[in-house]
């Protein structure tokens, strides 16, 4: 006999403003944590901490600190068994790493800014934190370069011109020296730190459109994911066949915001868009093409924000409207 009830499906947080950024934080020791940033056109914006608490199964605000300008990305830590401090950080006009206290409270631990002769900044449009080496991360910008921190040392080891536009977006592959880029200019790049006189383009949209998200398979690193601009379907890329892409996945009515590969499974991956939907697709059939997702859910508004939880793989975390909202997959 079950003493416990049946667990919900989905848990809703609704913020007091409309939220853009958005991320799962990866320690063990704080499950079903997030931290959400607002979308408002001031200056000043907002950050929040909050925690699913798992007996009253209501969000809670843990902690909230402004921020200026909206957030472009959120990202903790990868630092599942809490071995590091508590780390967040965020980009916006620079990059700032913020220490989350006694989980009660949020002090900036430094900004990071590799221009200091100029009074003018180039926006940070992505950033993405290596899994293998928390001590490293990287940040892309409009002015078409990406930089890489050493978080210890809180100075760049090597800051480098990626595309010929705008780069929007970056991601470590597996291990602590590939990372990839896309960008205004059409292209997804690769580079290796190990080598940085060379990159190699794997992919360039028909027409060049903007690509304005990537995100690697951490599972099977052969494998990276992109969304172009305004477009309806989601590419997949095989690092060892550049130029064509491996599948493309197509259903969604509308533009595709945000995508995110499973945590726990090489062959699963969410994609999230304007038509209010959010999809799994299983890619184990490649190269036959993908018809259809396995699962769908639909959302009450446009979803512009979507995050799966490495520490609970079983949830996926949408963002739409003011609101943020976990679903078991």
């Not at 499950?31 to 901490?49: C, H, M, Q, W």
């Not at 601009?229 to 997949?236: E, G, H």
């Not at 059939?285 to 793989?313: C, F, N, R, T, V």
Request: net charge negative; proline share 6%; glycine share 4%.
């Amino acid at each position: 006999m079950e003493t416990k009830e049946k667990k919900k499906e989905i848990y809703t947080y609704e913020a007091p403003w409309p939220i853009y950024g958005m991320n799962w934080s990866t320690r063990l020791d704080h499950p079903y944590r997030l931290a959400i940033g607002s979308f408002l056109e001031d200056y000043t914006n907002k950050v929040e901490v909050i925690q699913l608490n798992e007996d009253t199964e209501v969000f809670q605000t843990k902690a909230s600190f402004e921020h200026p300008y909206p957030t472009t990305k959120i990202m903790w830590c990868p630092d599942k068994m809490g071995s590091r401090s508590d780390l967040l950080g965020t980009t916006g006009d620079y990059m700032r790493l913020w220490e989350v206290v006694d989980n009660e409270r949020v002090e900036l631990k430094c900004l990071l800014n590799n221009n200091k002769n100029s009074e003018f900044c180039a926006p940070l449009t992505s950033f993405d934190w290596n899994e293998t080496d928390p001590t490293i991360l990287g940040t892309s910008s409009i002015d078409t370069t990406c930089t890489i921190w050493n978080v210890e040392t809180q100075q760049a080891k090597t800051q480098l011109i990626a595309h010929d536009k705008e780069v929007y977006d970056l991601a470590f592959a597996r291990g602590t020296d590939v990372f990839a880029s896309v960008g205004a200019d059409g292209s997804v790049r690769m580079f290796d730190l190990r080598n940085l006189e060379h990159s190699t383009i794997i992919f360039e949209t028909p027409g060049l459109t903007p690509l304005l998200r990537l995100s690697w398979n951490k599972q099977d690193p052969n494998y990276l994911a992109a969304l172009s601009m305004d477009s309806t379907q989601a590419i997949i890329l095989d690092i060892r066949l550049p130029s064509v892409p491996a599948a493309e996945l197509q259903g969604h009515a509308s533009a595709i915001n945000s995508l995110a590969w499973a945590p726990h499974s090489s062959c699963h991956i969410c994609t999230a868009g304007d038509d209010k939907q959010a999809y799994i697709w299983d890619l184990s059939p490649m190269p036959k093409p993908i018809e259809e997702p396995i699962l769908a859910y639909g959302a009450d508004a446009e979803i512009h924000q979507l995050q799966w939880s490495a520490s609970h793989p079983d949830w996926i975390c949408i963002g739409f409207n003011n609101k943020a909202q976990i679903l078991r997959a």
